[in-house]
């Protein structure tokens, strides 16, 4: 990687990245600035530095609650996913079985379904059921939006599986679930954690789905939607992104941290695992 | 060798297996027995490696029993089989060091952890790699990775090991060194070993007994010399060693001898007791001889039985020993002929003609 970059052809390429870059995340810059500017109107010149809007998203109540129900969802969400990824990823992975090709890519479709359908065909489902709106709605919805990426990042971990290795563990006199605990686990184990890391972030910050099958109860995002409404709320809203921007980039730097020490722990590339980060 | 009287410790009777229409085993009958090496030699797709999977437990036939120590397996999964297997990948676990790989078994043993670390190391010395125990499995060559893997299988003292193409992925000289010291560890420790190879080499040199398969059923189960030198058909004595074939026919019974038509070498009356059983004189249509057994005569003081003429066509080179192809009168094919290059000896050009020696007892029927 590092000699190609030292062979770059032309200067050029490499102004054609640096305004890539700024493309990219000089929006993401503003969202600090603003948190930090002590003016309650989002715009510049700034005009001096203060920290008081962190200060009032710690008194405002409604965040709270929202905060808490995002994180609910969010774990629940993670954990229910990537256990049913890993059961899909398996079978996947170890069984042949009838019509496999079409199950396993019916599986993927919410992938490149558009969300808004999604929302409101299980909206329309719902409300057939009589199912009433609540957090356990939007975890159902995101559980279908989040499997097939867990499925995805799984997949890789449990094809990589050697199947002698948990026939030596059978055969050396461990248990199924010895061998399960033993040999498979620890050998998916990155995968895993990723795998939980990256739905626990979709879930984190989907919108549509948890804002059309929310009840009364809202989620961070639906929560700061509707903050942006009043105008003086703008600046801790700004606050408040700059904690979830400072948050999601830690969780990415700990998902790629600990795959990169298990690949090494096993003496294989770490680009070889793939992952996300 | 094994005590005088063997005591079988595997018995396969009548062993089939079917996966969907096609019958990977089609009847199996073998006693395997206590402290022998054992091997299943055969072409990829004979069978032997789902055969060796049936007795580890990976696989259960379709009909038949495997009976392992006296003991019928039926319903028996390999966890509770006293058989414990060397993969042909070797299967180290890669998240754990060599001594937890070795010590793995005995932990499911729920044995006190300086028992296993004593038995992990007596292990690992046995198999030369001492003082190697906190290595991590990948920072291992394939050589190691092997021995890894046979210390495995040994801690947990199992009454039959079971190797699946040990060696396959090892390269000429490596594979050479651990033939021979598989063979000592073997006979040092009297565990009954079966080996699974397509190598035929392999399984000369390391065996008490082979079991020559081809389609699902035994050709042939004898020791390394009975099969190379009475092969029972013409399908077992090409896939041992290079094996010259001549079309013969019976021409009848003298007085206690068969007398055989061979256009290619000449007429020669072998003693009954070289008949092998079963054959039926009438439908004998060839003889195989090894190449070993021709012998090109350089000058007129070497004996031979017989003699026929034949024109070197070609020759190979091998440094001990030197190849000739050589056209016998009426044969399409030239017959290969190994010849030792001792002091002296020259090599015979292409285009001379030589008289080749040959004689009754190196000769093989088949119909």
Not at chain 1, 188 to 209: A, C, K
Not at chain 2, 180 to 203: N, P, S
Not at chain 2, 241 to 269: K, W
Not at chain 2, 346 to 353: E, K, N
């Amino acid at each position: 990687m590092k000699s190609a970059l030292k062979s770059l052809p032309s200067k050029w390429l490499a102004v054609y990245a640096v305004a890539y870059m700024v493309f990219l995340y000089a929006p993401v810059i503003l969202l600090p600035m603003f948190a930090f500017n002590d003016a309650t109107v989002i715009s510049f010149p700034l005009t001096g530095f203060t920290a008081k809007w962190f200060g009032v998203l710690w008194q405002t109540e409604a965040l709270h609650g929202a905060v808490r129900n995002s994180l609910v969802v969010g774990l629940s969400s993670a954990v229910l996913s990537t256990v049913l990824g890993a059961c899909a990823a398996r079978a996947a992975a170890r069984y042949r079985f009838p019509l496999k090709r079409g199950i396993m890519s019916f599986i993927l479709l919410p992938l490149v379904l558009p969300e808004i359908i999604v929302a409101v065909a299980l909206l329309v489902l719902l409300m057939q059921l009589g199912m009433p709106l609540s957090l356990v709605t939007v975890v159902l919805g995101h559980v279908l939006i989040c499997t097939p990426f867990a499925i995805a990042i799984l997949s890789s971990a449990f094809q990589g599986l050697d199947q002698s290795l948990e026939e030596a563990s059978f055969d050396l006199g461990e248990t199924r679930w010895g061998t399960f605990r033993r040999v498979i686990l620890p050998l998916v184990m990155p995968g895993v954690v990723s795998s939980l890391l990256i739905t626990f972030t979709i879930s984190l910050d989907e919108f549509i789905i948890a804002f059309f099958l929310t009840g009364t109860e809202v989620t961070l995002p639906v929560y700061i939607w509707s903050q942006l409404r009043f105008p003086g709320k703008l600046p801790s809203v700004m606050a408040l992104g700059t904690i979830l921007l400072v948050l999601s980039v830690l969780l990415l730097i700990l998902a790629e941290w600990f795959r990169r020490r298990s690949a090494r722990k096993q003496g294989i590339e770490a680009s070889a695992t793939g992952g996300f980060a | 060798m094994t005590s005088p009287l063997p005591k079988p410790i595997i018995d396969l009777k009548g062993i089939t297996k079917s996966f969907g229409t096609f019958q990977a085993l089609k009847g199996i009958d073998a006693t395997i027995n206590e402290g022998e090496f054992f091997s299943l030699l055969g072409p990829s797709g004979c069978g032997k490696t789902t055969l060796l999977r049936m007795i580890a437990g990976f696989e259960m036939p379709s009909s038949g029993t495997i009976m392992i120590g006296g003991k019928n397996m039926a319903g028996v999964p390999a966890n509770r089989r006293p058989t414990n297997m060397v993969f042909q990948s070797y299967a180290i676990f890669p998240h754990l060091t060599v001594a937890e790989n070795v010590g793995y078994g005995l932990k499911t043993r729920k044995l006190p952890k300086a028992e296993i670390a004593r038995e992990v190391e007596q292990a690992l010395n046995m198999v030369d790699l001492g003082g190697l125990g906190a290595r991590a499995a990948h920072e291992l060559s394939g050589g190691q990775r092997q021995r890894v893997a046979l210390a495995r299988a040994l801690v947990m003292k199992p009454k039959v090991v079971l190797l699946d193409e040990p060696l396959s992925a090892l390269d000429k000289k490596l594979r050479d060194q651990m033939q021979v010291e598989l063979r000592q560890l073997q006979q040092k420790l009297g565990i009954t070993f079966i080996l699974v190879t397509h190598d035929q080499e392999e399984a000369l040199t390391m065996s008490d007994r082979i079991a020559v398969m081809f389609e699902g059923r035994i050709a042939q189960l004898a020791t390394p010399e009975q099969l190379y030198r009475r092969p029972v058909d013409r399908r077992v004595a090409s896939f041992i060693g290079v094996m010259n074939f001549l079309d013969a026919r019976a021409t009848g019974p003298i007085n206690g001898h068969l007398a055989l038509d061979i256009p290619a070498l000449g007429s020669i009356a072998l003693p009954s007791a070289q008949i092998p059983e079963g054959l039926d004189p009438g439908r004998l249509n060839s003889i195989g001889i090894r190449p070993e057994m021709l012998t090109i005569l350089f000058d007129g003081n070497e004996h031979a039985e017989q003699v026929a003429r034949g024109e070197v066509t070609g020759t190979a080179y091998y440094g001990d020993m030197t190849y000739y192809s050589v056209r016998l009168p009426g044969h399409a094919e030239d017959v290969t002929i190994s010849m030792r290059n001792t002091a002296g000896r020259s090599i015979v050009p292409a285009g001379s003609t030589v008289p080749v020696g040959w004689g009754a007892d190196s000769i093989v029927l088949f119909q």
